[in-house]
């Protein structure tokens, strides 16, 4: 038994291009499609020839069928699923009308497909956004239900958020796809970001710097050798962001090299903000905050700090003096160093405006 619908496609896509009436009938003989639209429904005595004997049938315009002209027998898979009759007002023509069976055959099966191709990509993708905003645990019926789709969701896996440019072609979908494992899964999120669910297997280092070495220009946000994909994925999601702020210089931010930072972000601690808030907006004309940034994330090296501000050596003292003058905090100080990056994460995390002068305040 054919698709109605599908039968209909043909009759639509074949009709502009024949001069003669075709109909398709199901395998009672029964039209289904025709470019005779009055002649749904009806019963096609040619057609139900055809079919009884299992090939071509002809009429001639005097004989005592419906009309004159030839019908044909349709296949499927080594079944038939009806008939398609072609009127002919002159002879009827045998390889004419074998010719058009084989054509609405092949167009049968390839839309066919194609829509069940197309069924099975929206199933798997709404699994798939399931399983991404699933917090719970994997009870057996959701992982066998990911299993009829090909999907292993107990494996280990590595969670990419990428924040790509829209014009940027070394990252678009068909693109970074093609660096993938067929057991991995590309999910795009919005038109400038790609969510990638890496599996860790033997490829997976080689396959891993293939997809950062194409998304270079891109901030990613990464979270490894994580079992569920809820958590991996929030996690990933919170490394590219605070590592956008906090690390505008770097592409790729790690989940292991973020959770403290994310951790801080967190605290709900009163005030916390307010050291740093203290040099970004009293110590705005000598770059207190700047200078603070730096020396954190250079490890107090001065060399580097002085390089990065495009600042001389000896106003590194004067600078340290009045951060400490400020804000209470010696950066020689282990403690007060720790204190004062705590502040600043909570402060760029609280003040969403400063993602816009991130690389002032955090120099690359």
């Known amino acids: 038994m054919f698709e109605n619908k599908i039968m209909y496609e043909i009759i639509e896509k074949l009709q502009d291009g024949l001069s003669v009436p075709i109909s398709i009938c199901d395998v009672s003989g029964r039209v289904t499609a025709s470019t005779d639209a009055s002649s749904v429904g009806d019963l096609n005595l040619l057609a139900i020839k ?81 399983w991404l905003h699933l917090q719970s645990g994997y009870a057996d019926n959701f992982v066998k239900e990911g299993e009829l789709l090909g999907i292993d969701v107990t494996a280990a896996l590595a969670v990419l958020v990428i924040n790509r440019k829209p014009e940027d072609s070394y990252t678009s979908p068909s693109m970074i796809q093609n660096l993938l494992d067929s057991c991995d899964i590309l999910l795009p999120l919005s038109h400038s970001q790609l969510l990638l669910i890496l599996r860790e297997n033997e490829h997976f280092e080689r396959k891993y710097h293939r997809v950062l070495s194409a998304a270079a220009g891109c901030h990613t946000g990464v979270c490894r050798r994580e079992t569920h994909l809820c958590t991996a994925y929030h996690a990933a999601a919170e490394s590219l962001a605070m590592g956008k702020l906090l690390f505008p210089g770097r592409r790729v931010h790690e989940y292991e090299q973020m959770k403290l930072a994310i951790a801080l972000s967190r605290l709900d601690f009163p005030g916390l903000e307010e050291s740093f808030a ?28 002085c390089e990065s501000l495009h600042i001389h050596r000896n106003s590194i003292p004067y600078r340290l003096r009045r951060i400490q003058e400020l804000c209470g905090k010696n950066l020689a ?16 995390r609280l003040h969403g405006e400063v993602a816009e002068a991130a690389g002032e305040c955090f120099p690359e």
């Open 278 to 305: 203290q040099l970004a907006q009293k110590g705005k004309a000598a770059q207190l905050a700047q200078t603070a940034a730096a020396y954190i994330h250079l490890n107090g090296d001065i060399r580097s700090v």
């Open 50 to 130: 055809a079919l009884d004997i299992n090939s071509v049938a002809f009429a001639s315009p005097a004989g005592r069928f419906q009309k004159g002209g030839a019908a044909m027998p349709l296949s499927l898979h080594g079944r038939r699923i009806g008939a398609v009759v072609v009127e002919q007002a002159a002879s009827p023509d045998a390889h004419l009308t074998e010719l058009l069976a084989k054509t609405i055959e092949l167009l049968y099966q390839e839309i066919h497909l194609a829509r069940k191709q197309k069924n099975q990509s929206q199933e798997r993708n709404q699994f798939l956004y399931k």
């Open 333 to 348: 100080d282990s403690y007060d160093l720790l204190y004062l990056y705590a502040s600043m994460i909570r402060y760029v």
